[in-house]
């Protein structure tokens, strides 16, 4: 099975909510920024094999060394509650460029839809991945070491860290 992941921050999804007795909570749509009605996602393959160049591709975008957060998401679940998920490896913008072939992007047509996949993703806050500070940063090193990456693709804040990769 394949999934769909977005990072996201797991505290602003750490709430309790039931759609009988209270609105749903504004502080997690700031995880779901979308562009042109569009919200950025990467197509994780069955056997996860594309995970590293994913979290890579997220990480080298950040400043700093940072933990990352993602959730898990069904795309058939998608699909039912009335979203379109479409290729957009042409917009991928990461500096990995199997990250890049992985993106894809859920059509959100109106700030309605884009509350009711709030819901959704709520529902599956269990699907919620850590992945450490750490493990990112012997990522980032492993892609220097192996020549996958070098110095001159980190940003300036990447390469106050890794000055002497």
Known sequence: MTYLIRV????????EYSEADKPFKANPLGDLRTDHDNLSVFELDKKKNNLNDILLGFALKKYSVSTLQY????????SKLGFDVVNAKEEGN???QAANEAHMNIKIRSADKLVELAKHIYTKTEN????KRKEIKKLIEDSLTSGTLTSGDLNCGLKKV????
């Open 94 to 96: 990461t500096l990995i």
């Open 128 to 131: 919620i991945q850590t992945v």
């Open 71 to 78: 959730v898990e998401l069904d795309p058939k679940e998608i």
């Open 8 to 15: 996201l921050t797991a505290e602003r999804w750490n709430f």
């Open 162 to 165: 890794f000055k002497n990769s």
